[in-house]
């Protein structure tokens, strides 16, 4: 083994395989190392501050010292530190936050099956979709339409379900049966003319033509994040899903909402799905639901889909799917005290009243010569930076952009994602006025460096 230096960035290079990072520019620039947290901010190991302005992967909703959580986890560390939920075991963080699950769902559901992330989530509602088809005697009613840009992870099935071309390249993805329709971004997709409810009207169509043509018999359901994060913050045109849900109604396909993002408030519901009206059949929940300190995650289950699970279990003599963590008591109590404080602290209400400082101070920077569009509901927003505001020319991507927005804003002591030219913002929830104000004089400034650099 070569002869590594004792510094953590060295350790890191040396070690280290990340996640989602360009691994050559990596062992050039090394790590950005962060050491600690408190409220919405981090510090990195030389002690600078910097505001979390992504809650760090859209999921640490109550800041980093809630101390609460950290009582929660050891409380339940000294009592039962693992147990698990196979073959009729149970205990009591598990089916408590079940049953806080199944009562504060947005739509009737019946039951919660957790797993440890996001993309397992999703993954395990790919395979529930197929059994669930199965039970029902309809071998052949399996597709699944996902969205361009949509994001539900990275294993397997839930990367297939990703519209992201990234995802796919060199891991020999999607997965047959994995299909993708169009993406509601009104901004980049809209054509010359047409209204927001046009282009809903066109979006339906199209999605209703791919059914069509695929066989109805053959597509067994649809995902959808209320507001796609990973793919740039994209909020759908206001009349959208009243027009697809409708669709999938007709041809019996399932609705299920990716609710990793927006559940536990982030759009100013409790839930996406009440902000745009969705009426999901299964929703996956993950992130915000532990506000991340703990790994958990969940998908909940309509009561005809958990009736046909019960039937097929019976035949087969098992549902022969979990996670050895799956709904690890940790975890899991940390979840329970998570949901406890967004509703002693109306967290929700909190989003509600805060959001404008977000969305109308983003807002103001619509005239900046980089800015093509800002977009987003509640504490959830994207900055869409282009060459040309009239053409809406995208800069060449070699230039990377909104990779050096980011940088600045670094510079300038926050934190926010590129996602292509698109800079995201979801602050913790908690998030005061005056911290998001001082969030978005940041990012001014992070703008123009970035225009001083192209000029
Ligand atoms: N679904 C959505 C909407 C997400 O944003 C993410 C992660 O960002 C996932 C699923 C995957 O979750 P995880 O990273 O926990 O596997």
């Not at 953590?8 to 790590?31: I, Q």
Request: hydrophobic share 40%; glycine share 10%; aromatic share 8%.
């Amino acid at each position: 083994m070569t002869k590594v230096g004792n510094s953590a960035a060295s350790r890191d290079k040396a070690f280290y395989l990340h996640p989602y990072t360009n691994l050559k520019t990596h062992e050039e620039v090394g790590p950005l190392v962060i050491e600690r947290g408190a409220g919405v901010h981090v510090f990195d190991d030389a002690g600078k501050a910097y505001i979390e302005g992504m809650a760090g992967l859209w999921c640490t909703a109550l800041g980093f010292g809630e101390e609460r959580l950290v009582e929660a986890a050891t409380r339940q560390m000294r009592k039962l530190p693992f147990y698990h939920a196979f073959g009729h075991k149970a205990h009591d963080p598990g089916i408590d936050l079940a049953e806080a699950l199944i009562r504060i769902a947005p739509v009737p559901m019946s039951k919660v099956f957790f797993t440890n992330s996001g993309s397992e989530a999703n993954d395990t509602v790919v395979k529930l979709v197929w059994y669930y088809n199965n039970a029902l005697g309809r071998p052949n009613k399996k597709k699944i339409i996902a969205r361009q840009k949509g994001y539900h992870g990275v294993t397997v099935a839930a990367a297939s379900l990703t519209g992201l071309p990234h995802l796919h390249r060199d891991f020999d993805l999607p997965i047959a049966g994995i299909l993708h329709t169009d993406c509601p971004h009104f901004y980049r997709y809209g054509e010359e003319g047409e209204t927001e409810e046009d282009f809903a009207i066109r979006l339906a169509d199209q999605l209703e033509q791919l059914i069509l043509a695929e066989g109805p018999d053959t597509v067994a359901a649809f995902i959808a994040e209320p507001v796609m994060g990973a793919g740039g913050v994209i909020v759908p045109p206001a009349t959208y899903f009243d027009r697809i849900q409708p669709i999938l109604k007709r041809y019996d396909i399932l609705f299920i909402a990716d609710e990793v993002i927006c559940g536990f408030g982030r759009t100013g519901s409790m839930f996406g799905t009440q902000t745009f009206g969705l009426k999901p059949d299964i929703i996956t929940v993950a992130k915000a639901l532990s506000s991340a300190y703990l790994p958990i995650a969940g998908v909940m289950i309509s009561e005809p889909i958990y009736q046909a699970m019960v039937r097929q279990s019976e035949k087969i003599g098992t549902f022969g799917h979990g996670y050895t963590y799956s709904g690890h008591p940790v975890p899991a109590a940390v979840a329970l005290e998570t949901l406890k404080i967004y509703e002693e602290r109306d967290v929700v209400g909190h989003v509600r009243a805060v959001a404008p400082h977000l969305q109308d101070g983003l807002r103001r920077f619509s005239g900046h010569p980089l800015v093509g569009e800002v977009r987003g509901v509640g504490l959830i927003a994207g900055v869409e930076v282009v060459a040309d505001k009239a053409t809406k020319a995208p800069f060449d991507p070699k230039l990377a952009i909104g990779g050096h927005v980011a940088r600045f804003a670094q510079e300038h002591g926050l934190i926010v994602r590129a996602m292509g030219d698109t800079i995201g913002f979801s602050p913790p929830l908690v998030i005061s006025p005056s911290e998001l104000d001082d969030l978005v004089e940041r990012f001014g400034k992070a703008l123009d460096d970035t225009l001083a650099m192209v000029t």
